[in-house]
C-alpha cells in the first residue's frame, strides 16, 4: 500500500472524529485548494494541462504544500510551499526554522503543465492524514 493511500484512509478517521472542530469554511474559487485542521479541502482535483492551482490556508495554524519525490510525473518540475527543489529540502526547511510554512490567510500557486497525478501533503500534517492530489488530464 502507498504511504500516501494509508495515510490518507487514516486521516478519514480522524476527520470524522473531528467533524465540528474544523477550521472556517471559506468560499473558494473554482481551481482553488483550501487547508483546514489537517485537511486539504477538497483532497483530490481534476484540472486540464495549463490550469494554475491555488492552496488557501483557510485555517488558524501553519500548513505547507510539498509535493511527495517520486510521486509526480517525471517531466515535471517539482513544486513546494518555500520554493523547495526537493521533498527532503522542504522537510529540513521546515523542521529546522518552520520554513515553507503558509500563515493563516497566505496562499502558494503552481502551474500543472505536465498531465499525470500529482501527490502532496502537508509536512507538519501528514501522520493526520493531511494528503492531496491533483490530477492533470
Not at 494554475?52 to 510521486?71: F, I, K, L, Q, S
Request: aromatic share 10%.
Amino acid at each position: 500500500m502507498r504511504r500516501r493511500t494509508l495515510l490518507a484512509s487514516l486521516g478519514g478517521a480522524v476527520s470524522v472524529g473531528l467533524a465540528g472542530c474544523l477550521g472556517g469554511s471559506a468560499e473558494l474559487a473554482e481551481n482553488e485548494v483550501g487547508m483546514s485542521t489537517r485537511r486539504f479541502e477538497p483532497t483530490s482535483k481534476v484540472v486540464e494541462a495549463g490550469t494554475t492551482v491555488r492552496w488557501r490556508n483557510t485555517d488558524r495554524g501553519v500548513h505547507t504544500v510539498t509535493a511527495y519525490d517520486g510521486e509526480t510525473p517525471e517531466e515535471a518540475a517539482y513544486f513546494a510551499t518555500g520554493g523547495f527543489d526537493s521533498e527532503q529540502a522542504a522537510k529540513d526547511a521546515w523542521y529546522s526554522t518552520t520554513g515553507g510554512g503558509l500563515d493563516p490567510g497566505e496562499a502558494f500557486e503552481y502551474t500543472f503543465e505536465i498531465p499525470g497525478e500529482y501527490d502532496y501533503y502537508c509536512i507538519p500534517h501528514e501522520a493526520a492524514g493531511m494528503v492531496g492530489t491533483i490530477v492533470v488530464e
